[in-house]
């Protein structure tokens, strides 16, 4: 508030505030004395008074003389503030009174002193007339203590009360007198200061808007008058600098407008520069891939025939001979992959799935990849993936595996001895997310802070001394780090110099839904598995993964400790089961065979695990379904169990009947005659009808003259290239009204804008290149719904529905393992709900929910993967596949599956001596 005020209010104030609270501290203060005097006067002379009516009237109330006592009370009214006068007998009888009644109640007294009480307006004073009283009036007294009457005295405060305000008046008189000049002074003096301040603000201001020529006169004060002085002597100096900025303005100007061309000329510089540069970048993209093209076709072909020639019948020699072909094609394309990897993340295009994966799975296929290397250097490799750890989600498997396999392969290049682990945990997770740490540990050389620090640069390594020794271009590490920052992780290491490193990724993934058959189930309880592994680390993941198949777990410290179990028998906890970890070293084949055939003698199976370069070792000694390599992957496994200890399946079988066509019809596209050899080869092997053309003007000929399942078309072909190809069948399909057919791009490119622009070229899905059985199987499966089966020479050909059993018992049997009671419980449960199935597909047919339909045929599908029903489950896989791709045939193999039901329905009542309506129950 004070801020607010100018000058002028401030000295007022100063000077006003300080005079008012003096005036009325001190007015009040003496006001309030002369108030206590006038009172304390009012008292003592009420006192005297009193103490002068008490000896005038003590003989006259010895006497009981009232008409004395009336005169001398008549007479006291006369005195000043006098009130009222009474006089009392000694037993407080009224004798005489002047005056008005007593206002203020009687004060109590005790017969030998003056007592008194005060009230707003009066004083009373009681006085006891004794004895000795009478002396003062030359009579004598007999005795002085004796209580004559008493004296009633009344004073009246008006007067007193008017005197105090007569005299306040004329102090707030005077007050308020030397209040105004003070004030008229203060005004005097304010002005005396704001004149010239205001003047000093008018000149500022002309200043402000520019007139620096404005000068202040002398102001008739010694310090105001330097003030003027130097806002003179600014505003001669402000005036200077204008000139002299002026005077540079119009030389920058000048220099400016020179120099105009200059810049236009740059700019255009500029410009020119940077369309050079959009270009060089736009010419290095499609030398990537172009380069991706001609390497990776070469590439593809060296590959590919590599694989048909070993599993042709070889010497050793030529053997160990494709062995090194097929090394350095997969490094050479591995460092290929890495250089492109690294090119599309640099431009910024690269893009990520985010498609349902198992993590398990996952991090097992990679140690099962790379465990050969690790196995060759005598290292152990461990997985261990905890309990809480979410394992469906979703995310970019290809590019999380390359990223682990880059890790658990750098760690398999700088250790020497002893272990690589692998563990994946959760740190924190909701309903919709996991927060994931996946981390991978080392007993190596270690780092050091240095080589920390310079780990994720491109092209280096942590020990150059070893880049020769250990490979790679020093990629790896810097993709790994765009990968998971990318995918919005953040990844790491910690590593000592000496002491090993640990390189850990931290990554949060959206969970998927489980899927029913990629759920391991427990097996049947009751069985106890003896557990022996001399490494620590294997040895608790082996345990958490028998344990997880609903085994009770036993370990042991070597071979002798199961004989002596075994030797001991205990009917509560016997062993069913050893799982021996070995290696050739410390267990020879053959010993272990001898150890083995005496467990098996006391009714114990055994399942070895041992290291990938030793498998052959021990498969020359031992049944196959009794070895398995390091480190044991968990449905591998688990498949194992099964078969030594004839439990219950753990997953469902994939589905033996086919659909009732033959085999798939495919067309080939290739200018390149080993890369088309190579697709014909795969595809003819696994029982395609193969067509082959080299180029796109005769793949359009060959689907005008000729309908195909599925094209496979090359991208990159002189003339008429894969995309051209594409476009002009589409238009022949258009024109025509024809159903499209798939046409699936095999190209060798790696940029991620490729799969956008053959999607949009009419498409429908494309591989890169190299490509394998298991791609073209999935693939010609996914758009044509026609499965491929093994080589020609191991499987048949696929048998129409119509030619398949309706109730087969030995499959049926096969499928539970053997068990009768089971085969028949599970067929039970099946034609008991076949009714209700059919019944609810036909009013999802009529009504056209395509959702509940596909719903209820895959859970009738998945029944009959468990029973020996070959027609049913052919004719479920075929509407199925044809639901999915919205296929123009679906209303035909509705109608097979319903015949198909029918069929098995009274099949199985004229076997098993059923009534007509069971069956067909549909309530």
Same mark, same amino acid.
Request: glycine fraction near 6%; hydrophobic fraction near 40%.
């Given at each position: 508030?004070?801020?607010?005020?100018?000058?002028?209010?401030?000295?007022?104030?100063?000077?006003?505030?300080?005079? *008012?609270?003096?005036?009325?501290?001190?007015?009040?203060?003496?006001t309030?004395?002369?108030?206590?005097?006038?009172?304390?006067q009012l008292?003592?002379r009420?006192?005297?008074?009193?103490e002068?009516?008490?000896?005038?009237?003590?003989?006259?109330?010895?006497?009981g003389?009232r008409?004395?006592l009336q005169?001398?009370a008549?007479?006291a009214?006369d005195?000043?503030?006098?009130?009222?006068?009474?006089f009392l007998?000694?037993?407080?009888v009224?004798l005489?009174?002047?005056?008005?009644?007593?206002?203020?109640?009687l004060?109590?007294?005790?017969g030998?002193?003056?007592?008194?009480?005060?009230s707003?307006?009066?004083?009373h004073f009681?006085?006891?007339v004794l004895?000795?009283?009478?002396?003062y009036?030359?009579?004598?007294?007999?005795?002085?203590?004796?209580?004559?009457?008493?004296?009633?005295?009344e004073?009246?405060?008006?007067?007193?009360l008017?005197r105090?305000?007569?005299s306040?008046?004329?102090?707030l008189?005077?007050i308020?007198?030397?209040l105004?000049v003070?004030?008229?002074?203060?005004?005097?003096?304010s002005r005396?200061?704001?004149?010239?301040?205001?003047e000093? %603000?008018q000149?500022?201001?002309?200043?402000?808007?520019?007139?620096?020529?404005t000068?202040?006169?002398?102001l008739?004060?010694?310090e105001?008058?330097?003030?003027?002085?130097g806002?003179?002597?600014? $505003?001669?100096a402000?005036?200077?600098?204008?000139?002299?900025m002026q005077?540079?303005?119009?030389?920058?100007?000048?220099?400016v407008?020179?120099n105009?061309?200059?810049?236009e000329?740059?700019?255009?510089?500029?410009?020119? %520069?940077?369309?050079? $540069?959009?270009e060089?970048?736009?010419? /290095?993209?499609?030398?990537?891939a172009?380069?991706?093209?001609?390497?990776?076709?070469?590439?593809?072909?060296i590959?590919?025939f590599?694989?048909?020639?070993q599993k042709?019948?070889?010497?050793?020699?030529?053997?160990?001979?494709?062995?090194t072909?097929q /090394?350095?094609?997969?490094? !050479?394309?591995?460092i290929?992959?890495?250089?492109l990897?690294f090119?599309?993340i640099?431009a910024g295009k690269?893009?990520?799935?985010?498609?349902?994966?198992?993590?398990?799975e996952l991090?097992?296929?990679?140690?099962?990849i790379?465990?050969?290397s690790?196995?060759?250097?005598?290292?152990?490799?461990v997985?261990?993936?905890?309990?809480?750890?979410?394992l469906?989600?979703?995310?970019?498997?290809?590019?999380?595996?390359?990223?682990?396999?880059?890790?658990?392969s750098?760690a398999?290049?700088?250790t020497?001895?002893?272990?690589?682990?692998?563990?994946?945990m959760?740190?924190d997770?909701?309903?919709?997310?996991a =927060?994931?740490?996946?981390?991978?540990?080392?007993t190596?050389?270690g780092?050091?802070?240095?080589d920390?620090?310079?780990?994720?640069? $491109?092209f280096?390594?942590?020990?150059?001394? !070893?880049?020769?020794?250990?490979?790679?271009?020093?990629?790896?590490?810097v993709?790994?780090?765009?990968?998971i920052e990318?995918?919005?992780g953040e990844?790491?290491?910690e590593?000592?110099?000496?002491?090993?490193?640990?390189? #850990?990724?931290?990554?949060?993934?959206p969970?998927?839904r489980?899927?029913t058959?990629?759920?391991?189930l427990?097996?049947?309880?009751?069985?106890?598995?003896?557990l022996?592994e001399?490494?620590?680390?294997?040895?608790?993941?082996?345990?958490h993964?028998?344990?997880?198949?609903?085994?009770q777990?036993s370990?042991?410290?070597?071979?002798?400790?199961?004989?002596?179990?075994?030797d001991?028998?205990?009917d509560?906890?016997?062993i069913?089961?050893?799982?021996?970890g070995?290696?050739?070293t410390?267990?020879?084949?053959?010993?272990?065979?001898?150890a083995i055939?005496?467990?098996?003698t006391?009714?114990c199976?055994?399942?070895?695990?041992?290291?990938?370069?030793?498998q052959? =070792?021990?498969?020359?000694?031992?049944?196959?379904? =009794?070895?398995?390599?390091k480190?044991? *992957?968990?449905r /591998?496994?688990q498949?194992?169990?099964?078969?030594?200890?004839?439990?219950?399946?753990v997953?469902k079988?994939?589905p033996?009947?086919?659909?009732?066509?033959?085999?798939?019809?495919?067309?080939?596209?290739d200018?390149?005659? %080993?890369?088309?050899m190579?697709?014909?080869? !795969?595809?003819?092997d696994?029982g395609?009808?193969?067509?082959a053309?080299?180029?796109?003007m005769e793949a359009?000929?060959?689907?005008?003259?000729?309908?195909y399942d599925?094209?496979?078309?090359d991208? =990159?072909?002189?003339?008429?290239?894969?995309?051209?190809?594409?476009?002009?069948?589409?238009q022949?399909?258009?024109?025509?009204?024809?159903?499209?057919?798939p046409?699936?791009?095999?190209?060798?490119?790696a940029?991620?804008?490729?799969?956008?622009?053959l999607?949009?070229?009419?498409?429908?899905d494309y591989l890169?290149k190299?490509i394998?059985?298991?791609?073209?199987?999935q693939?010609?499966?996914k #758009?044509?719904?026609?499965?491929?089966g093994?080589?020609r020479?191991?499987?048949p050909?696929?048998?129409?529905?119509?030619e398949l059993r309706v109730l087969?018992?030995?499959?049926g049997?096969?499928?539970?393992?053997?068990?009768?009671?089971?085969?028949a419980?599970?067929?039970?449960?099946?034609?008991a709900?076949?009714?209700a199935?059919?019944?609810a597909?036909?009013?999802?047919?009529?009504?056209?929910?395509?959702?509940?339909?596909?719903?209820?045929i895959?859970?009738?599908h998945? $029944?009959?993967?468990?029973c020996?029903?070959?027609?049913?489950r052919?004719?479920?896989?075929? *509407?199925?596949?044809?639901l999915?791709?919205?296929d123009?045939?679906?209303?035909?193999?509705l109608?097979?599956?319903?015949?198909?039901? %029918?069929?098995?329905?009274?099949t199985?009542?004229s076997?098993?001596?059923l009534?007509?309506s069971?069956?067909?129950?549909?309530h």
């Amino acid at each position: 508030m004070l801020k607010d005020l100018g000058i002028k209010g401030r000295v007022l104030l100063l000077t006003l505030l300080p005079a *008012c609270l003096l005036a009325m501290v001190l007015g009040g203060y003496f006001t309030w004395v002369q108030l206590s005097d006038l009172r304390a006067q009012l008292i003592e002379r009420g006192q005297l008074i009193a103490e002068q009516l008490a000896p005038l009237s003590a003989s006259a109330l010895a006497q009981g003389n009232r008409s004395v006592l009336q005169h001398i009370a008549n007479e006291a009214l006369d005195q000043q503030d006098v009130r009222a006068v009474t006089f009392l007998s000694p037993e407080r009888v009224r004798l005489a009174h002047a005056g008005p009644s007593i206002l203020t109640p009687l004060p109590s007294g005790n017969g030998s002193h003056m007592s008194m009480a005060s009230s707003l307006d009066t004083t009373h004073f009681l006085l006891p007339v004794l004895g000795h009283h009478r002396s003062y009036s030359g009579d004598p007294s007999h005795d002085d203590e004796q209580l004559l009457g008493w004296v009633e005295l009344e004073l009246s405060h008006h007067g007193t009360l008017l005197r105090g305000y007569r005299s306040l008046f004329a102090s707030l008189l005077l007050i308020t007198t030397g209040l105004v000049v003070t004030a008229l002074l203060a005004l005097r003096l304010s002005r005396a200061i704001s004149a010239p301040l205001r003047e000093i %603000a008018q000149g500022v201001a002309q200043l402000k808007e520019g007139r620096l020529e404005t000068r202040l006169p002398p102001l008739g004060s010694h310090e105001l008058d330097e003030l003027a002085a130097g806002i003179n002597r600014m $505003a001669a100096a402000l005036h200077s600098a204008q000139e002299e900025m002026q005077h540079n303005i119009d030389q920058a100007t000048e220099d400016v407008r020179q120099n105009l061309e200059t810049i236009e000329i740059q700019n255009i510089e500029l410009d020119l %520069a940077r369309k050079e $540069a959009l270009e060089a970048s736009r010419i /290095k993209s499609e030398f990537l891939a172009n380069m991706s093209h001609e390497i990776r076709t070469p590439l593809n072909g060296i590959i590919g025939f590599t694989n048909l020639l070993q599993k042709s019948e070889l010497t050793r020699r030529q053997r160990d001979y494709l062995g090194t072909i097929q /090394k350095s094609a997969d490094s !050479l394309l591995g460092i290929i992959n890495e250089i492109l990897d690294f090119s599309k993340i640099e431009a910024g295009k690269l893009i990520l799935e985010n498609i349902p994966f198992n993590l398990r799975e996952l991090i097992q296929d990679t140690l099962t990849i790379l465990a050969p290397s690790a196995h060759e250097k005598h290292l152990e490799l461990v997985g261990l993936i905890y309990r809480d750890t979410p394992l469906h989600l979703i995310g970019d498997p290809q590019r999380l595996k390359q990223v682990l396999t880059n890790l658990v392969s750098n760690a398999i290049k700088f250790t020497h001895e002893g272990s690589i682990s692998v563990r994946a945990m959760v740190e924190d997770e909701d309903d919709e997310r996991a =927060q994931l740490r996946i981390s991978v540990k080392d007993t190596g050389i270690g780092l050091s802070n240095a080589d920390v620090r310079a780990l994720f640069q $491109a092209f280096t390594q942590a020990d150059n001394s !070893l880049s020769r020794q250990a490979g790679g271009t020093g990629l790896g590490l810097v993709i790994s780090k765009r990968l998971i920052e990318h995918m919005g992780g953040e990844i790491g290491v910690e590593s000592n110099s000496g002491e090993g490193s640990e390189f #850990w990724i931290s990554l949060s993934l959206p969970k998927a839904r489980h899927d029913t058959d990629d759920i391991l189930l427990p097996l049947a309880s009751g069985h106890r598995v003896a557990l022996y592994e001399p490494h620590e680390l294997t040895r608790n993941a082996l345990h958490h993964q028998l344990e997880d198949c609903g085994l009770q777990v036993s370990e042991f410290d070597d071979l002798q400790g199961v004989q002596a179990a075994l030797d001991a028998p205990d009917d509560e906890n016997t062993i069913t089961l050893a799982v021996l970890g070995v290696c050739a070293t410390t267990h020879p084949p053959e010993m272990l065979r001898q150890a083995i055939r005496q467990f098996e003698t006391q009714g114990c199976k055994s399942l070895v695990l041992c290291p990938t370069i030793e498998q052959a =070792q021990y498969n020359a000694v031992l049944p196959e379904n =009794q070895v398995q390599s390091k480190p044991a *992957c968990s449905r /591998k496994l688990q498949q194992a169990l099964n078969d030594l200890l004839h439990l219950h399946p753990v997953r469902k079988e994939k589905p033996v009947g086919s659909v009732a066509r033959n085999a798939p019809h495919l067309l080939c596209v290739d200018d390149n005659p %080993a890369n088309l050899m190579l697709v014909q080869t !795969l595809l003819g092997d696994l029982g395609a009808q193969v067509t082959a053309v080299s180029s796109g003007m005769e793949a359009v000929e060959a689907v005008q003259r000729e309908r195909y399942d599925l094209v496979f078309m090359d991208v =990159q072909m002189p003339g008429m290239d894969g995309r051209q190809a594409t476009l002009a069948i589409r238009q022949w399909e258009a024109e025509r009204e024809v159903a499209p057919v798939p046409i699936i791009a095999l190209t060798a490119h790696a940029l991620a804008s490729e799969k956008r622009a053959l999607l949009q070229g009419g498409m429908d899905d494309y591989l890169t290149k190299p490509i394998d059985e298991r791609q073209l199987s999935q693939v010609v499966l996914k #758009w044509a719904g026609l499965p491929l089966g093994s080589p020609r020479a191991e499987a048949p050909r696929s048998t129409p529905s119509s030619e398949l059993r309706v109730l087969d018992p030995e499959e049926g049997l096969r499928l539970a393992a053997g068990k009768v009671d089971l085969a028949a419980d599970m067929l039970a449960m099946l034609l008991a709900s076949l009714g209700a199935d059919r019944q609810a597909i036909r009013l999802a047919r009529e009504r056209g929910d395509r959702a509940t339909l596909l719903e209820r045929i895959h859970r009738l599908h998945g $029944a009959t993967r468990y029973c020996g029903v070959p027609q049913l489950r052919a004719a479920c896989h075929r *509407c199925e596949t044809l639901l999915k791709q919205n296929d123009p045939e679906l209303p035909a193999a509705l109608d097979a599956l319903d015949q198909a039901i %029918a069929e098995l329905a009274r099949t199985a009542e004229s076997q098993a001596g059923l009534t007509p309506s069971q069956p067909h129950d549909t309530h």
